[in-house]
């Protein structure tokens, strides 16, 4: 899949479950009760464990049946690493030069961190194709539609505070699409062996998303 097949795919999907495994084992099982629950849109954090190891199992798994990326880089080197992984699209938590430089060469979707104005115009000049606003608990989604007044032109996913009840308010506010971590598929949950709860709360999020964008 080229990379504006990928970037049409995110924003059909609509949904990335930010999937940080306690264990390597753990999150292949939460993957597992994610997509069981509707959820096709996957980011393997590198706090995971083996992360690239992990997507490269996922990829053998699933194939084209879902969308799989790799989060949570923080150092130059791992980019790369993601794309020999079989990532598709590559997330950071922040803003670095350096570590835009060596994602946008990659050639996968670029998704660079950033919170104040002036962080999202910074990601969007580097290259980033859709700007993560994170934490967005700290913001909430009227902040979102605010930014989308001097930047209509970028396109912006919140991480950090989504939940199925106001995903309808992140996508009205212009979100190209929503990330969701802890609130959808905790590591907590995953250590308790409660895959079915992980399971069930995809179902919710992926019916909230389908009810947010009516067709």
């Known amino acids: 899949m080229d990379k504006n097949e990928t970037l049409k795919k995110i924003k059909f999907v609509g949904l990335l479950a930010v999937v940080r495994g306690p264990t390597e084992e753990l999150a292949v099982r939460m993957?597992?009760?994610?997509?069981?629950?509707?959820?096709?849109?996957?980011?393997?954090?590198?706090?995971?464990?083996?992360?690239?190891?992990?997507?490269?199992?996922?990829?053998?798994?699933?194939?084209?049946?879902?969308?799989?990326?790799?989060?949570?880089?923080?150092?130059?080197?791992?980019?790369?690493?993601?794309?020999?992984?079989?990532?598709?699209?590559?997330?950071?938590?922040?803003?670095?030069?350096?570590?835009?430089?060596?994602?946008?060469?990659?050639?996968?979707?670029?998704?660079?961190?950033?919170?104040?104005?002036t962080e999202v115009f910074q990601a969007y000049k580097a290259g980033s194709d859709i700007v993560k606003v994170f934490p967005g608990s700290l913001v909430g989604p009227s902040y979102i539609k605010s930014l989308h007044g001097p930047y209509p032109y970028i396109s912006m996913m919140p991480t950090g505070g989504v939940k199925a009840e106001n995903i309808k308010d992140w996508f009205a506010a212009g979100a190209a699409a929503v990330g969701a971590g802890s609130e959808l598929c905790s590591a907590e949950l995953a250590n308790q062996g409660r895959f079915d709860e992980i399971e069930r709360r995809a179902a919710d999020f992926s019916r909230a998303v389908i009810e947010a964008r009516p067709v």
């Open 31 to 117: 993957v597992e009760a994610l997509v069981a629950g509707g959820v096709k849109g996957i980011e393997i954090t590198y706090s995971t464990p083996n992360a690239g190891q992990v997507v490269k199992l996922l990829r053998a798994k699933y194939q084209e049946q879902i969308l799989l990326g790799m989060g949570t880089l923080t150092d130059p080197s791992q980019p790369a690493e993601a794309l020999q992984a079989g990532a598709e699209f590559i997330v950071t938590p922040h803003f670095d030069a350096d570590l835009a430089r060596t994602m946008v060469a990659t050639g996968l979707v670029v998704m660079i961190g950033a919170l104040s104005p």
